[in-house]
């Protein structure tokens, strides 16, 4: 086990997370990652590690928190493996041909 200090992407608070060394940060996002599952910060198994779950849901401001923080949740995602290879994420595709100028 070992303690990772990461820091809101809203605030800039520090939290403290006692995890499992083998892990492997991908983001720290204010929002969550498609199609990653999170676990909340409380609810980490007894090693530390996300049971079932590619990251963690912190609330800024909660337990983990050092000192006062925003009150809203970010995610900590890890890198998550199909088939031997690490995945990336959904994307939303965007309509690049929208004209903003247009009336």
């Known amino acids: 086990m070992v303690t990772v ?4 992407p809203r605030c800039d608070a520090v939290v403290e997370l006692e995890r499992d060394a083998y892990l ?18 409380y609810d980490l198994s007894g090693d530390g590690a996300p049971a079932g779950a590619d ?11 050092r000192g006062e923080g925003c009150g809203r949740p970010f995610y900590l995602s890890f890198v998550r493996y199909e ?7 959904d994307r939303q595709q965007v309509d690049a041909s929208f004209d903003f100028l247009r009336r």
């Open 55 to 65: 990251g963690v849901e912190v609330v800024c401001g909660a337990s983990e928190t």
């Open 83 to 89: 088939d031997g290879k690490p995945v990336e994420p």
């Open 24 to 41: 492997a940060d991908k983001a720290v996002t204010a929002d969550p990652l498609d199609g990653w599952a999170y676990v909340p910060a």
């Open 5 to 8: 200090t990461y820091t809101c």
